[in-house]
């Protein structure tokens, strides 16, 4: 989701007021982020189940903490993501997943959204891809070696820790976390390099 | 470890953010972010970098249950205080709003429990702490409500609060001889339910009043602005 310098200054404020308990001003807060950061949830958990429960435990964190929020360290988009995004790694850390395939996902119509979800599971590298596109990040992705653009694809979109990043590339562990390392060091030196910051 | 040097702090970050660490070292980690600002920039900056990688992630709008699990649990209908809280704030209001009515309302209850739909075990009101704070019209702006050894303010805002742009609503106890103490922000409109520091009867036992003022933050210590509402702190028991 990307956000006008207006969008963002109007969700600095309703965070503002979420923080003083305003109840009006969580309920619109939700319903302009929460499209975008149930993708976000769903992306990294691929069920469905998990990623409503972590919506709900990464709102219910928001209502809790917006008093905390600092405007001037992060974007409020960014902020909110990275909620969910750790509501999900620690899922994905400290619950072992059932068997998936026997998982029966419903949407309130009774829908099944397995397969939805399915088809629009992009490849890592491909979403890398338009993430990358028409930004600074296009030409600094560009600087990475084909491993490490991988590894942190498959680490920042399906939530792989470093050794099941081994398994999945068949490598071994000090070989991966090299290339994460590498490739995380090289990003932000070329990142820094470009003065364009990056607004979302 | 030495968190606060820099190079480690800033790899660990990095990966943290990225989400490769272990189970073990990212829960070490989530716990120098709560004490270490220098963490805290660290963790910020990577999210900033990455952030631009979910600008393609499809949005999807969430079932409305989620919402609704979520309201539930954000207004502090807890089963430890849940009913008590509905059943009390249903009450106070009209109880508080014709004064000598909360006694007639607790003798009625107490006499008449069938009335309402009690067991015998539920006739009374719990013993509470009540306020209900008025401004200088005599329109009631604020209720506010806590069982007599709860941790938790129920208010409610009856008069939407209007402040200068940027200013928050602090809720005041006036002790009978001391200074005021600041009790919590409270919200402009609706409802909210405050955590205390201690139970209600510490904070509340020697307050027989309560005041609202409007203040640049909610940092303050002592009120600064004028009284915006205030009203009686009476105990119910």
């Known amino acids: 989701m990307a956000t006008s310098p207006q969008q963002n200054e109007h969700l600095v404020r309703l965070l503002g007021r979420v923080g003083q308990r305003d109840q009006s001003a969580f309920s619109e807060l939700y319903s302009l982020t929460s499209p975008h950061l149930f993708g976000v949830a769903l992306r990294i958990l691929n069920r469905q189940d998990r990623a409503e429960e972590v919506l709900q435990e990464a709102y219910v964190n928001v ?4 008093g905390s929020y600092a405007a001037g360290l992060s974007a409020p988009m960014t902020w909110l993501t990275s909620v969910v995004r750790n509501k999900a790694l620690d899922w994905l850390r400290h619950v072992k997943l059932a068997d998936e395939s026997t998982v029966v996902m419903v949407n309130e119509d009774g829908e099944d959204y397995l397969p939805q979800i399915a088809d629009e599971r992009a490849d890592p590298q491909e979403l890398f891809a338009q ?8 030409h600094c992705m560009g600087t990475l070696e084909a491993a490490q653009r991988q590894s942190l694809a498959l680490a920042y979109y399906d ?10 590339l068949q490598a071994p562990l000090g070989t991966v976390k090299a290339w994460v390392r590498r490739g995380l060091e090289k990003l932000k030196k070329c990142l820094e390099s470009n003065p364009t910051p990056v607004k979302n | 470890m030495n968190y606060e040097r820099s190079e480690l702090l800033e790899k660990l970050a990095a990966e943290y953010v990225l989400g490769t660490m272990s189970p073990r070292a990212r829960r070490r980690f989530a716990q120098v972010l709560h004490h270490s600002p220098a963490a805290q920039r660290a963790t910020a900056a990577w999210h900033d970098r990455l952030q631009a990688f979910n600008r393609p992630i499809a949005a999807v709008t969430p079932p409305a249950r989620i919402w609704r699990a979520i309201v539930q649990r954000t207004q502090g209908r807890t089963a430890r205080t849940g009913w008590v809280a509905r059943f009390f704030s249903s009450w106070a209001k009209p109880a508080l709003a014709f004064g000598f009515g909360l006694v007639l309302t607790v003798g009625f209850i107490h006499q008449t429990p069938q009335t309402v739909g009690l067991e015998p075990t539920a006739a009374k009101l719990a013993a509470s702490y009540v306020g209900l704070l008025t401004d200088s019209n005599d329109t009631p702006v604020l209720s506010a409500s806590s069982l007599r050894k709860g941790k938790v303010l129920s208010v409610k805002i009856l008069k939407p609060l209007q402040p200068p742009a940027g200013q928050v609503a602090m809720l005041w106890a006036l002790p009978k001889d001391g200074a005021p103490i600041p009790v919590s922000v409270v919200p402009f409109t609706g409802k909210a339910d405050i955590a205390l520091t201690a139970p209600a009867e510490e904070i509340f036992a020697k307050v027989p009043k309560l005041a609202i003022t409007y203040e640049a933050n909610a940092s303050v210590t002592a009120p600064t602005g004028p009284i915006i509402a205030s009203g009686h702190c009476v105990k119910i028991w």
């Open chain 1, 131 to 138: 993430a990358t596109e028409g930004l600074r990040l296009r």
């Open chain 1, 159 to 168: 939530g792989l820790s470093h050794s099941e990043l081994a398994e999945h």
């Open chain 1, 63 to 66: 209502w809790n903490q917006a």
